[in-house]
């Protein structure tokens, strides 16, 4: 192997995700400042960019943070100190929803589920009938930690009856597969700018409805710099609370223009059909798909032997690609194969030949380029139907 | 005027600031993923470059966040509601660490002066005495709203010797002007990205004492993005508890090797000498300076007839020249123009014979071209001193 020299680098984790040429070159334009109007223009067009991709007829507001500070903006300021919140749970994201909660004196009612599985409507339905004084629920889109979708829709649906509200950590799943804020009754989504944005992080996203605004109204934790009456009020002058970071909405403008000039509807039929190669593909390599219900932006597949992090250390190393293996209690027993952001089927390809070395080199028998021949099958059957 | 077309635009505002290119294409490379071997590298780089630009031998942890999020950090992880502190504001964004420290319930005793002035080290004194209880002294290093620079230093001697400790914003002035961390005793110092730094906005850093440490251990204000315990725990491991903004961070690393390669005592000098030619044309063109004591980033000038905004204007509109005016009630009565970053002395020539045309334009009587004989003269002595 030391004749070979591979020199390029692949992101095929679930965030960061690679970064459009055309939108990665806006980084390095000359900085202007953000309170100047042409700095107005852009913030102007992001916004009504992101309530596009929000598909909300809301104002979606740009925190500078990582999504966790959107997260704790959706506790500090819909909650009270003691308040009870369900949080709907089945993964590493879910439980984030817990901790934060926790640590600003909330209780928490769990109707969480084994990591891998896929939370259950009913479960919620039933918890909100048990416990009339909860506020709020909380839950997650797309669980990275274990590629599942939760059906959103659904949960919607239930919470939307009740004087609860919903709030969807969509940090994951936004732009990379069908979700719709408005339609499904979602009262809070968050997002962030390093999954399916294909910007780089740093910032994050939040909406409310105006349901869920009454609550912000009556909220009694103490917040400053994630305060979204300074949000809203600043949205309304077109500005940020405090100094915006300049150049990461500049590319973000960038990255709206694309996804608004391919459609979102395409791009969720393109991940979708990604989604499904993916898992066509771990399955030829007789690796079985961990998600109960597998969501469409990342793939993940149990592997024998813990052999996870050894896959992905020879993936790096040798190919230049990286994936990403388990998280906590699943390190070692799953890789995670992402296809959000800036992804095609080319990667895929590249992602999947090499994985097949790489499994062969760690002894698991496998038949050489049956993920390969999976994945032009269903090339070949998504042509026949154009 | 139509005739003449100015396409260049040039930033000398105190914040963001000018990057330099070989700083700013960086930001768009391929972006690499923050549990990488290669980001561990670039992260152990950066924050050995803060520890010298902070001149600090403790660690600086970096937040995705505004210069505001690290504000309410060294509020919320040191303090504890009902807390007693002295607050020294001489500005804005010294008035600023009033209102989050009121959002969570602290008590404020101030020892503030009128905007324009400067603390007095004596004032803190004497407080910190009628006051047994203070747990800490929050101030400003520059004010950048007044362009006033606070005697850290001395503060620093008096603080020290009490159980108090002292947190600073430095946000404006890091880099820019001399401001030793560990020589002057200062437990707590923030700052952000979009200044000194010159890089974009987006990350805010914050480094703390061992005394300071302690008051960690016993606040009790919730707190869960914003938790130094956690920034504390990752940094071991040269990781960040969050996604971390991977593209700011490789401009950092960037900048951080441009600022080590020229040194930080030629970098303060060149901004003193930038300040005292800002004065002196300032002088020449009979504007008085606003700041009792001047800093070295900002200079900060008295116009007549309020008319600082259209002064802003004119330069903006047709010289693609941006300065910034007055806040709240300076609004109008001050022009502030940056000297901070990447600026040299040929941005403070075109900044200034425009300013003479601007003020032409808006009826001030002032003899044309004193302001660049001054900005000239005061070049030749510098020649001279070679």
Same mark, same amino acid.
């Given at each position: 192997?030391d004749?070979?020299?591979?020199?390029?680098?692949?992101?095929?984790?679930?965030?960061?995700?690679?970064?459009?040429?055309?939108?990665?070159?806006?980084?390095?334009?000359?900085?202007i400042?953000?309170?100047?109007?042409?700095?107005?223009?852009?913030?102007?067009?992001?916004?009504?960019?992101l309530?596009?991709?929000?598909?909300?007829?809301?104002?979606?507001?740009?925190?500078?943070?990582?999504?966790?500070?959107?997260?704790?903006?959706a506790?500090?300021?819909?909650?009270?100190?003691?308040?009870?919140?369900?949080?709907?749970?089945?993964?590493?994201?879910?439980?984030?929803?817990?901790?934060?909660?926790?640590?600003?004196? &909330?209780? @928490?009612?769990?109707? /969480?589920v084994?990591? !891998?599985?896929? #939370?259950? =409507?009913?479960?919620i339905?039933?918890? %909100?009938?048990?416990?009339?004084?909860?506020?709020?629920?909380?839950?997650?889109?797309?669980?990275?930690?274990?590629?599942?979708?939760?059906?959103i829709?659904?949960?919607?649906?239930?919470v939307?009856?009740?004087d609860?509200?919903?709030?969807?950590?969509a940090?994951?799943g936004?732009?990379?597969?069908?979700?719709?804020?408005?339609?499904?009754? &979602?009262? @809070?989504?968050?997002? /962030?700018?390093?999954? !399916?944005?294909? #910007?780089? =992080?740093?910032?994050?996203?939040?909406? %409310?409805?105006d349901?869920?605004?009454?609550?912000?109204?009556?909220?009694?934790?103490p917040?400053?710099?994630?305060?979204?009456?300074?949000?809203?009020?600043?949205?309304m002058?077109?500005?940020?609370?405090?100094?915006?970071?300049?150049?990461?909405?500049?590319?973000?403008?960038?990255?709206?223009?694309?996804?608004?000039?391919?459609?979102?509807?395409?791009?969720?039929?393109?991940?979708?059909?990604?989604?499904?190669v993916?898992?066509?593909a771990?399955?030829?390599?007789?690796?079985?798909?961990?998600?109960?219900?597998?969501?469409?932006?990342?793939?993940?597949?149990?592997?024998?032997?813990k052999i996870?992090?050894?896959?992905?250390?020879?993936?790096?190393?040798?190919?230049?690609?990286?994936?990403?293996?388990?998280?906590?209690?699943?390190?070692?027993?799953?890789?995670?194969?992402?296809?959000?952001?800036?992804i095609?089927?080319t990667?895929?390809?590249?992602?999947?030949?090499?994985?097949?070395?790489?499994?062969?080199?760690?002894?698991?028998?496998?038949e050489?380029?049956?993920?390969?021949?999976?994945?032009?099958?269903?090339?070949?059957?998504?042509?026949?139907?154009?």
């Open positions: 192997m004749k070979i020299e591979n020199s390029k680098n692949y992101i095929l984790t679930p965030g960061p995700t690679p970064i459009p040429p055309e939108v990665a070159v806006k980084a390095s334009l000359p900085i400042h953000h309170r100047s109007r042409e700095f107005v223009t852009i913030y102007k067009d992001v916004t009504e960019g309530s596009y991709i929000f598909q909300t007829k809301r104002e979606v507001y740009i925190l500078t943070a990582s999504g966790t500070g959107a997260m704790e903006t506790v500090v300021n819909l909650l009270s100190p003691e308040d009870e919140i369900i949080v709907a749970s089945c993964g590493k994201f879910g439980d984030r929803w817990i901790k934060i909660a926790k640590k600003y004196g &909330i209780k @928490v009612i769990s109707v /969480s084994e990591w !891998g599985k896929v #939370i259950k =409507p009913d479960d339905k039933k918890s %909100l009938k048990l416990n009339p004084n909860v506020k709020a629920v909380y839950t997650t889109f797309v669980e990275t930690s274990t590629g599942v979708a939760n059906d829709k659904a949960i919607g649906e239930i939307s009856k009740t609860t509200i919903l709030v969807v950590d940090i994951s936004l732009v990379g597969q069908e979700f719709r804020t408005d339609e499904w009754k &979602i009262d @809070v989504v968050i997002a /962030s700018s390093q999954k !399916g944005f294909m #910007i780089a =992080p740093g910032l994050a996203f939040i909406t %409310l409805s349901k869920a605004w009454k609550f912000v109204e009556t909220s009694k934790i917040k400053f710099y994630f305060d979204l009456k300074k949000y809203r009020k600043f949205y002058m077109k500005e940020t609370p405090f100094t915006a970071p300049v150049s990461l909405i500049i590319t973000l403008q960038e990255s709206i223009k694309l996804i608004k000039k391919r459609g979102l509807e395409k791009m969720w039929d393109n991940y979708k059909f990604l989604a499904r993916s898992r066509c771990m399955k030829a390599l007789g690796l079985s798909i961990f998600s109960e219900v597998p969501c469409e932006v990342v793939t993940a597949a149990l592997v024998p032997l996870g992090d050894k896959i992905i250390k020879i993936l790096k190393e040798r190919y230049g690609i990286s994936i990403a293996g388990g998280q906590e209690h699943l390190k070692g027993k799953i890789i995670r194969l992402a296809h959000m952001g800036y095609d089927i990667d895929l390809l590249l992602g999947f030949a090499c994985l097949e070395v790489a499994l062969i080199e760690l002894g698991v028998r496998i050489k380029g049956q993920s390969i021949i999976a994945i032009e099958k269903e090339l070949m059957t998504e042509c026949n139907n154009y």
